[in-house]
């Protein structure tokens, strides 16, 4: 058994998403031992979605049932997606309804030290194409699924309004395309919108 861990390091350097709070780490010491007082926002570094992130009445992350986020799951290469992934490359890797499916793209290949605007995205049409669908889980390697700036919110509302949770910032550089298991676990937050989460690819 091999673990992968395809999260991305949780520290002050951590990049985030134009406007979201940063991370902040301060150590405190006390008499006999130390602990630290940590800030950052619910969509920080690797994370998840939950439907109340785009929906005012939508479910929050702890309603959704733990078996979402670990089990069977798919790598699929989309590093050739020059803007973003859409429909045509969907269907040659012909996903069948409840798989978790993660997209390696070129934002992989990039890195994430710094926030780039031309991000890989999902194309709002292949989200409406993987909701019809009923995928389990949509992971990307880019900080939101959807384009920045961009009025289509389908990438996010069309999977979430199937509570179908959204897996945001993972990093598959080094990982190949193929089948593996997932294991990517929230935050035991309660009524909250997303969650930092420690994703590991298990082969």
Request: glycine fraction near 6%; proline fraction near 6%; aromatic fraction near 6%.
């Amino acid at each position: 058994m091999k673990l992968i861990d395809i999260s991305l390091p949780l520290n002050a350097k951590t990049i985030i998403y134009p406007g979201n709070p940063p991370v902040k780490i301060v150590p405190k010491q006390g008499a006999t031992s130390t602990h630290s007082e940590i800030s950052f926002g619910s969509h920080t570094g690797t994370h998840l979605d939950a439907p109340s992130h785009v929906f005012k009445k939508g479910m929050t992350l702890d309603k959704l049932p733990l078996e979402d986020f670990f089990g069977k799951c798919r790598v699929l290469d989309m590093t050739h997606c020059k803007e973003a992934v859409r429909i045509e490359d969907l269907k040659k890797a012909r996903i069948k309804k409840g798989e978790r499916i993660l997209f390696k793209t070129k934002n992989s290949l990039r890195g994430f030290k710094k926030f780039r605007n031309d991000y890989i995205y999902l194309d709002g049409d292949a989200a409406e194409w993987l909701a019809a669908k009923s995928v389990r889980l949509v992971g990307i390697d880019s900080l939101s699924i959807k384009q920045r700036g961009s009025t289509d919110t389908r990438p996010h509302d069309a999977l979430l309004a199937k509570k179908i949770p959204i897996l945001e910032s993972i990093d598959l550089k080094k990982v190949v395309p193929g089948t593996y298991t997932l294991c990517c676990f929230p935050l035991a937050f309660t009524g909250i919108d997303g969650s930092p989460v420690r994703a590991v690819l298990i082969a």
